[in-house]
């Protein structure tokens, strides 16, 4: 989990209290859906670490703590930018109920494969306003704008495929289901 | 995380200690690549609340502390079966670099997505062992294994589309920069 890193690059780019951080985050990187919970103990190790520190509230916001990142924070920042990053693993829950599934659980399960198609298409649906696809196209717009374009676009790839992933696992648990029903009901 | 439901499905199937259900873990979920150290604090969990418990080592196994489901545990797993999952969030810490890149970290995060390609199709060819699609192909295997071929070309389709995304965000990057350079290079 980057929630720390994504926290101080916000940081970094201007000073911020809690709750705007979050709004920030969610603006920036939204399909990482951070939890608003991982926002504050990740500012509080960052404190701890001095990547970040308090600064004086600026005028009519008495009582809110406000970020500004340290000179050794942007160190940090940077070196975590230079540094290869691992692959993901595979998240997916439902995979994870496939894999300890029993061959009982699979009409539940067939179900569950068509209630999270739906929910990937919902959101496929939610992702794609009108003529964004062409101000990527054009690539004339300034790098922070192709940025939230490409993690749109990742994001889409990803639903994609994932219909797709839960479209298969579907029809083999249907085969595996209809082949025991062969087994166990009589047949020859 | 379900590191936690792994655990308990695991022992579910048959009792086991902490070392042994780990390696059952990895055989099972590889793609998910859970870490060691999430087993030992699921297995506290679980315990602490009941869901498994310890029970006497069989001989020859002094110190080794095996668990096994209880039927709070039975239960609690197969409510878990049933429930909905959600849609795991896009976790790809390069794409998360890309959402905080300035225009000078490009150069290396385009190196970045190329390295990050080739450790796509290095797993890629890690995991397509010769005649396992045959296997799937055919349908006649009992669900576990088909549910563990599910697994594996659900992680193959993840990695493609991944080698896909890694491309479009470099060549955008790309573009930006040249737009970049044509703007401060002095070009009209």
């Known amino acids: 989990m980057s929630v720390k890193h994504a926290v101080l690059g ?3 780019e201007r000073p911020g209290y809690g709750y705007e951080l979050i709004q920030r985050l969610e603006e920036r990187v939204g399909g990482w859906k951070p ?3 991982a926002v504050y103990p990740a500012l509080q190790l960052l404190s701890r670490r001095e990547l970040i520190r308090a600064r004086e509230t600026p005028g009519g916001h008495r009582g809110v703590v406000w970020y500004e990142a340290t000179d050794a924070g942007e160190d940090h920042f940077r070196a975590w930018m230079d540094t290869p990053s691992e692959i993901a693993p ?3 829950e439902l995979l994870l109920k496939l894999a300890f599934a029993r061959v009982e659980d699979l009409p539940r399960l067939i179900d569950l494969t068509r209630e999270q198609e739906q929910a990937c ?13 062409e101000l990527l196209a054009e690539e004339r717009h300034p790098w922070p704008v192709l940025a939230g374009l490409l993690l ?9 495929t994932s219909i797709a992933t839960l479209q298969r696992c579907r029809s083999t648990m249907k ?7 062969h087994h ?3 047949g020859r």
């Not at 298409?121 to 696809?133: A, H, K, M």
């Not at 749109?152 to 639903?159: G, H, I, N, V």
């Open 90 to 92: 595979l998240r997916e």
């Open 10 to 12: 916000l940081v970094l």
């Open 35 to 37: 939890s608003a919970t």
């Open 184 to 186: 166990t009901g009589g």
């Open 121 to 133: 298409l919902d959101r496929i649906v939610e992702l794609s306003g009108p003529g964004d696809v």
């Open 152 to 160: 749109r676009d990742a994001e889409l790839d990803r639903l994609r």
């Open 175 to 181: 085969a595996a289901l209809a082949h025991e029903l």
